[in-house]
């Protein structure tokens, strides 16, 4: 087994959503682009459907536009687009327009799909945003989105799994949105994984949000996934991903060989760290252990999105309050997996419940 270790760049889309809301304009993004490209990531993560909602409204942008701009200067590395089974909202599209989509994402200079499925249902809609992807000429890599719940066993997983190979995906990777993985719970659930896909590629994908993520992320690369998924401080760490700097030393004292160029990254993050101090935005932070994390199971980027609305309606003291009745939601409905779309969900409706005073006197449209 080789040592080497790649990395996927997670901080224009993943970081962007879990700390600044979105609020990232492209005009920051573009003069860091090209060292990017040139530092030997695997893919660059760039952008989401729910992104070109945020991009048009509140920063007044064209999303088509911002990928065109960034493939101009990301010649090298494949560009990446998170993908829901879904356009820019969350409801059923036809087939026509999927594959409409998928041509146009792959026309303006996407190369790769992180294709996901909320409830890991691979026989609905997967098949069909597969299919339309590769034939667009992008490279599809399927997750396995982490839960915990009686449900979600090794077992579950594994056959998750054969049922992605099957597909013919290029890459599968598990994705843990709540920042919910132990290394202890690395130590079944990877090599079970990776018994399933057989030689396919495998990557990791999580979140610092209970201060464990760069401990599993370790512990991936020891048990056999060889990409993981990072983000550049001051958009790493807090609820982002681990930073990439602290995985790559971390893993050369381990005696692994990251691929990855830091030197052409610190100019990356000096800019960004200049961009967070310009416009007050939040740096990352390494978080301490977060017990609550496994009770209410909210992702990071919902949890910041959550801050900025409240914000806007001048209820920000009552954060707490939405984030109890986020658990309360959760277990009315089920214990849906907390991952978008179900996340979004849970938390407009919990918001809902407490800035009105009452429950389920509305309902929105979607969790309907």
């Known amino acids: 087994m080789s040592n080497t270790v790649r990395f996927v760049d997670t901080t224009l889309r993943d970081g962007n959503q879990s700390l600044w809301a979105l609020l990232m304009s492209t005009s920051m993004m573009l ?16 952008i989401a459907p729910a992104h070109f909602k945020t991009i048009v409204r509140d920063l007044r942008e064209n999303p088509w ?3 065109r701009l960034m493939a101009e200067k ?25 594959e409409l989509w998928m041509k146009r994402l792959a026309g303006n200079g996407i190369r790769r799909v992180h294709l996901m499925e909320a409830s890991n249902d691979f026989g609905l809609r997967v098949p069909d945003f597969v299919q339309y992807a590769h034939a667009a000429g992008m490279e599809v890599v399927l997750a396995l989105t982490y839960s915990i719940s009686p449900k979600h066993t090794d077992e579950y997983f594994a056959q998750k799994a054969r049922d992605a190979v099957a597909l013919g995906v290029g890459a599968v990777f598990l994705k843990d949105p709540g920042g919910l993985l132990t290394p202890e719970r690395m130590q079944t659930l990877v090599p079970a994984i990776l018994a399933a896909v057989g030689g396919v590629p495998m990557e990791f994908h999580s979140h610092c949000t209970t201060g464990l993520a760069p401990l599993c992320y370790l512990e991936a690369v020891k048990l056999g996934i060889p990409t993981l ?12 991903q681990p930073s990439v700097f602290n995985v790559a030393s971390n893993l050369r004292f381990l005696g692994y060989t990251p691929q990855i160029d830091e030197e052409l990254l ?10 967070a101090k310009r416009e007050d935005r939040p740096i990352g932070m390494p978080l301490e252990f977060d017990q609550y994390q496994y009770v209410h199971q909210i ?13 806007q309606l001048r209820h920000l003291d009552k954060l707490p309050q939405v984030i109890e009745e986020c658990i309360q939601v959760r277990k009315d409905f089920g ?19 407490v800035v009105m005073g009452q429950r389920y006197t509305q309902v929105v449209d979607d969790l309907i």
């Open 65 to 67: 536009e911002r990928i």
């Open 335 to 353: 214990y849906p997996i907390m991952v978008t779309p179900f996340s979004q969900f849970v938390a407009t409706q919990a918001a809902l419940h």
């Open 31 to 46: 003069p860091i682009a090209e060292r990017l490209d040139e530092a030997g990531f695997k893919a660059i993560d760039l």
């Open 229 to 240: 998924h990072t983000a550049i401080p001051p958009l790493a760490n807090a609820s982002s």
């Open 74 to 98: 990301v010649t090298h590395t494949p560009l990446g687009v998170m993908q829901q089974c879904s356009i820019t909202g969350f409801s059923i599209v036809p087939k026509c327009l999927v």
């Open 299 to 311: 992702p990071g980027g919902v949890i910041s999105n959550l801050k900025r609305q409240l914000e």
């Open 266 to 275: 610190r100019p990356v993050s000096q800019h960004l760290q200049f961009i």
